[in-house]
């Protein structure tokens, strides 16, 4: 072949390439979009449904200061907000109480963390930071979110109308503990849950 066939080929090659990258690119931005617009729209409902019971939150609130003074108690509280939020693993949950253990906890961002006590290391990662649960842009976080086994749930309504109210006493409680600074969070602050699994080799 000649040195023009050559340069032919490699010129269909990079615009087959450029092409290809261009439509992912274009699919990742629409799939954005949707992301987006579904998130405000759970948001809009879930927060309705709140108003709604706002009655049980308020129990709820009161029912919360006095079980979280007592030592422990706040595993029980996470274990059924990760009963909730991954059903087909709520009878695991439940009947294996004191496997969670604190791993991370943070007044900036709001969140905190806690792992199984086995060797799968899988972890559970409460947080109000959109950060802390997307992973960083550019062609390392793409790749990584392609082969990422991690799994996002909104901690709101949809799980139960105190689920918010839980994991933030919940988080206030631990970052006391730490002798840390809890400050105000806004009365509709959006809390995520991220399942964390690590990949397993062979």
Not at 65 to 75: F, I, P, V
Not at 93 to 122: C, H, I, K, N, Y
Not at 169 to 177: G, I, K, M, P, T
Request: hydrophobic fraction near 45%; glycine fraction near 8%; charge should be positive.
């Amino acid at each position: 072949m000649t040195a023009i066939d050559w340069l032919v080929i490699f010129v269909v090659l990079v615009a087959g390439g450029g092409a290809a990258l261009a439509v992912i690119l274009s699919n990742a931005a629409v799939t954005r979009a949707i992301n987006h617009l579904e998130r405000s729209y759970r948001r809009g409902k879930t927060l309705e449904l709140e108003q709604l019971q706002i009655q049980l939150v308020v129990q709820r609130e009161a029912e919360l200061q006095k079980l979280l003074s007592q030592d422990g108690t706040w595993r029980g509280i996470v274990q059924q907000l990760l009963a909730d939020a991954f059903p087909a693993q709520a009878m695991a949950v439940e009947g294996a109480g004191g496997w969670l253990t604190l791993t991370d906890v943070s007044d900036t961002p709001a969140q905190f963390a806690v792992g199984r006590q086995d060797e799968s290391g899988e972890t559970f990662l409460f947080s109000v930071s959109r950060q802390a649960v997307t992973r960083k842009p550019g062609w390392r976080g793409l790749l990584t979110s392609l082969f990422s086994r991690d799994i996002v749930i909104p901690i709101d309504a949809s799980l139960s109308p105190t689920a918010r109210v839980e994991v933030e006493a919940v988080w206030r409680h631990l970052a006391d503990r730490r002798g840390l600074d809890p400050q105000a969070l806004p009365r509709q602050a959006e809390w995520y849950l991220v399942n964390r699994r690590p990949r397993r080799r062979g």
